[in-house]
């Protein structure tokens, strides 16, 4: 049986003692995992292994710390939460950590993950408190991603297409190639408007286009329905046998705060469309070149309606 935040939750609500002592759990798991409390009322994750791992940093989310047995020379590894505001993440967290190590076929080879999955999380946290992304990050990240499958399926090597994924990475426009820039929004189907988030969001030499994505929650059982790791997972089939590839199409979601819970597969989307529009000297944005010096930052919504004239196909 899958173990769930909720489950991690009321299991360490119903233990008693909250100074110090554990509860083993998940006894179908290749290693030996507890829950409890490392000191007071401080919630700790904590697994016990017969292979010492070495060393493990902590972070300024988790204390980890691998400590040897004298009863049996066993060694013990445990993550202790020092942030309570991200409580609320850390059943999920530790939920995440055992499920990505259960189809291990040995303990030394489930350490590796959990080690590797703690890096991932560990990472996620010092750029996002919450852990998970809000929902117009993931409808953004979908409408990039469908955006990125599609220059694929268009002919672009997978390679050129990722490498020009620049947004994952922090620059002004999500995708920029030889022959054009991209800037990608996501939308509903009944959006009347999009809002450019800064000055330097549609400012790019060279041709470019403002791309427009149709994308709304739906039912799971819509024709075309998919979630974001659906998403993540289509482009994923694609670069099996290329590793170079994938390890950087990995990376590029792991800058924009992805990781592969499974909290991204229940909700589902659906692409009712799209629009391009060409961002030539005559578009109607404000970039640094029209404004006044005096104004620092600023955030603008266009009319989509009153954007025919830049329509293309």
């Known amino acids: 049986m899958r173990t769930t935040p909720e489950i991690l939750q009321r299991q360490w609500n119903r233990i008693g003692y909250k100074d110090g002592g554990f509860l083993q ?26 292979t010492d791992i070495g060393t493990i940093e902590s972070s300024k989310s988790m204390a980890v710390i691998l400590r040897k047995r004298e009863t049996d020379n066993r ?81 672009d090597p997978a ?14 426009q999500d995708f920029v190639y030889e022959d054009c820039w991209h800037e990608v929004k996501s939308v509903g189907a009944s959006a009347a408007s999009v809002t450019i988030s800064s000055l330097e969001q549609l400012d790019c030499t060279g041709e470019g286009e403002l791309v427009i994505m149709r994308i709304d929650k739906t039912a799971p059982d819509k024709a075309g329905a998919l979630s974001l790791n659906d998403a993540v997972r289509q482009i994923s089939s694609n670069l099996t046998d290329a590793s170079d590839e994938l390890d950087l199409f990995r990376s590029k979601l792991s800058t924009y705060g992805y990781i592969d819970l499974q909290e991204y597969s229940e909700q589902k989307y659906y692409c009712s469309g799209s629009q391009r529009y060409g961002v030539n000297d005559t578009f109607p944005r404000l ?26 196909g």
Request: hydrophobic share 40%; net charge negative; proline share 1%.
């Open 159 to 172: 390679l050129t297409a990722i490498q020009g994924w620049v947004g994952a990475d922090g620059a002004d």
């Open 75 to 155: 060694w013990t590894l445990s993550f202790e939460l020092l942030r309570n505001e991200q409580e609320g993440v850390f059943a999920i967290l530790c939920s995440d950590i055992i499920e990505h190590s259960r189809s291990a076929s040995n303990e030394k080879e489930a350490l590796a993950l959990v080690i590797s999955r703690y890096k991932q999380w560990s990472r996620l946290l010092e750029s996002q408190r919450s852990g998970l992304m809000d929902e117009t990050s993931r409808k953004g990240l979908l409408g990039e991603l469908l955006f990125l499958q599609e220059r694929i399926k268009e002919g």
């Open 287 to 312: 970039i640094r070149q029209n404004v006044p010096s005096q104004v620092e930052t600023l955030h603008y919504e266009l009319s989509l309606s009153s954007l025919a004239d830049w329509l293309k």
């Open 25 to 50: 759990i998940d006894t179908q798991h290749p290693l030996e995992w507890h829950i409890g409390y490392q000191s007071i009322s401080q919630k700790t994750l904590l697994l016990v292994c017969a």
